[in-house]
T-cell receptor, first 113, second 110 residues
């Protein structure tokens, strides 16, 4: 079945640094979603992408829908301690059925002051 | 803002007990989902529902059942709780594509 691979698995960075992470699939996706999950909480939707090549920002976060439609990227600029958490990509596995998602394995981000 | 609420943040139950986890969403979404999340295994779909009184099995339905009597409410039922059902349970709702999650229920079965 379709899988979403995220890299890196974890990142340990200094406050103020920029962060880049990506998500790849062996098959085409029509939608890419990025979520953040803080310890003990449910995932929160950060950014949704619906078109190949689309670049969307949400504050210090920027995500891109890859041109090949098989990947997506999330960047965080000038990281702060509250960026700590696990970042998941997700997308609907079937082109014409957008009701169920598959999730990436997550990138765990740790920010040191 | 979309709001998905779960009835409990933390629950401790004994082996063999019947457990109900409740989820309510206030955005009139058609679709609702129950996941469990375990370290190293990620999010795994237990059951989902596209409409009232409708349910479909996800990837790991064994040991669970669900009920959707009203559009806004989706309940997960553990008929006879077992220790391997100790986990974080997440409910989500969706109008299609993006899913919106509740805060989670951490269930411990002793």
């Amino acid at each position: 079945g379709q899988q979403l691979n995220q890299s890196p698995q974890s990142m340990f960075i200094q406050e103020g640094e920029d962060v880049s992470m990506n998500c790849t699939s062996s098959s085409i996706f029509n939608t890419w979603l990025w979520y953040k999950q803080e310890p003990g909480e449910g995932p929160v939707l950060l950014i949704a992408l619906y078109k190949a090549g689309e670049l969307t920002s949400n504050g210090r976060l920027t995500a891109q829908f890859g041109i090949t439609r098989k990947d997506s990227f999330l960047n965080i600029s000038a990281s702060i301690p509250s960026d700590v958490g696990i970042y998941f990509c997700a997308g609907p596995p079937h082109p014409y059925n957008t009701d169920k998602l598959i999730f990436g394995t997550g990138t765990r981000l740790q920010v040191f002051p | 803002d979309v709001k998905v609420t779960q009835s409990s943040r933390y629950l401790v139950k004994r082996t063999g007990e019947k457990v109900f986890l409740e989820c309510v969403q206030d955005m009139d979404h058609e679709n609702m989902f129950w996941y469990r999340q375990d370290p190293g295994l990620g999010l795994r779909l237990i059951y989902f529902s596209y409409d009232v009184k409708m349910k479909e099995k996800g990837d790991i339905p064994e040991g669970y059942s669900v009920s959707r009597e009203k559009k806004e409410r989706f309940s997960l039922i553990l008929e006879s709780a077992s220790t391997n059902q100790t986990s974080m349970y997440l409910c989500a709702s969706s109008p299609g594509s993006a899913e919106y999650f509740g805060p989670g229920t951490r269930l411990t079965v002793t």
